[in-house]
T-cell receptor, first 115, second 111 residues
């Protein structure tokens, strides 16, 4: 049973460019969340997708957008990259709980470096 | 979501039991308590989750007092490979669950 997978593992971009990161959820999961983790800090919630729609969003600008496909995989797009966007981008998948906590399982992340 | 407070760092030695306490004075009735472990440049890994009393699995125990204003993650007989950052989080059930991470506790296990 494959866990959450992300691609690419590493990426280098320059300021002003655009980037797309990809995530495949754990088998059986239909909800995908994206997090940004700067060096030395805890992950920060970007947004969450369910049924191909964004249903929650954290405090991130509109430069950050996403998409979920019918097979539940997801993409994170960041436009007009800034130096401060350099971080580890994490994808987590889950499935709505039935009276218990909706446990999220994380992928290995994509390390983005903006020069 | 309610905020959690954890020690910034802890040190231990191989073979010892480690207890990491998390304070969450404003925990909501429907909040569960979840702990994650994270190694450098990897995604957080789910360790354990509970609502009240005690929960035990193959890697850890979670103790939650009756008032639920704190919780303690217990790692029995730690090894060097347990050196990591440990996060305590709160979250509600029923979907719409975004995880709010704090700075976590950096555990260093020494030989």
């Amino acid at each position: 049973d494959a866990g959450v997978t992300q691609s690419p593992t590493h990426l280098i971009k320059t300021r002003g460019q655009q980037v797309t990161l990809r995530c495949s959820p754990k088998s059986g999961h239909d909800t995908v969340s994206w997090y940004q983790q700067a060096l030395g800090q805890g992950p920060q919630f970007i947004f969450q997708y369910y049924e191909e729609e964004e249903r929650q969003r954290g405090n991130f600008p509109d430069r950050f957008s996403g998409h979920q496909f019918p097979n539940y995989s997801s993409e994170l797009n960041v436009n007009a990259l800034l130096l401060g966007d350099s971080a580890l981008y994490l994808c987590a998948s889950s499935t709505p709980g039935t009276g218990i906590e909706e446990t999220q399982y994380f992928g290995p992340g994509t390390r983005l470096l903006v020069l | 979501l309610a905020k959690t407070t954890q020690p910034i760092s802890m040190d231990s030695y191989e073979g010892q039991e480690v207890n990491i306490t998390c304070s969450h004075n404003n925990i909501a009735t429907n909040d569960y308590i979840t702990w994650y472990q994270q190694f450098p440049s990897q995604g957080p890994r789910f360790i354990i989750q509970g609502y009240k009393t005690k929960v035990t699995n193959e890697v850890a125990s979670l103790f939650i007092p009756a008032d639920r204003k704190s919780s303690t993650l217990s790692l029995p007989r730690v090894s060097l490979s347990d050196t990591a950052v440990y996060y305590c989080l709160l979250g509600g059930s029923g979907g719409y669950n975004k995880l709010i991470f704090g700075a976590g506790t950096r555990l260093a296990v020494h030989p």
